[in-house]
């Protein structure tokens, strides 16, 4: 949904990037703790199919993973809410403020290159 955006389109990208910031940054996290788990828990099972292995670090991973999966579908569906803003959509005066700022930015680091 972020690269249908008209924010995207224009190149703004850095600031999709700033306004879900936290939700890219559970998304790694709840994606590295899901690997790690799954991951672990297959090599303890793996070639022990027939017993129970639950060890102390495998609760403690286990209980990071739900924690951040709390976290991660908290902040999807926020985003999901934020990307029905129809000004994401269209041309705005906010849009445009920021376009000017950055391309004044821009401008001010090549006139230093010179």
């Not at 224009?10 to 879900?20: A, H, I, P, Q, Y």
């Not at 017993?51 to 209980?63: A, C, E, N, P, R």
Request: a positive charge; one cysteine or more; charged letters at 15%.
């Amino acid at each position: 949904m972020l690269f249908n955006t008209y924010v995207f389109q224009v190149g703004l990208v850095s600031v999709l990037l700033e306004r879900f910031r936290a939700l890219l940054m559970f998304s790694m996290l709840y994606l590295i703790f899901s690997i790690t788990l799954h991951c672990w828990l297959m090599n303890l099972r793996w070639f022990n199919t027939n017993t129970y292995i639950w060890t102390d670090g495998l609760q403690v991973l286990f209980m990071l993973h739900r924690t951040a999966s709390v976290l991660y579908y908290y902040f999807y569906k926020r985003t999901a809410e934020c990307l029905g803003d129809p000004r994401l959509y269209e041309d705005s005066p906010w849009l445009q403020d920021i376009f000017s700022r950055i391309r004044q930015q821009g401008s001010f680091f090549n006139n230093q290159q010179h």
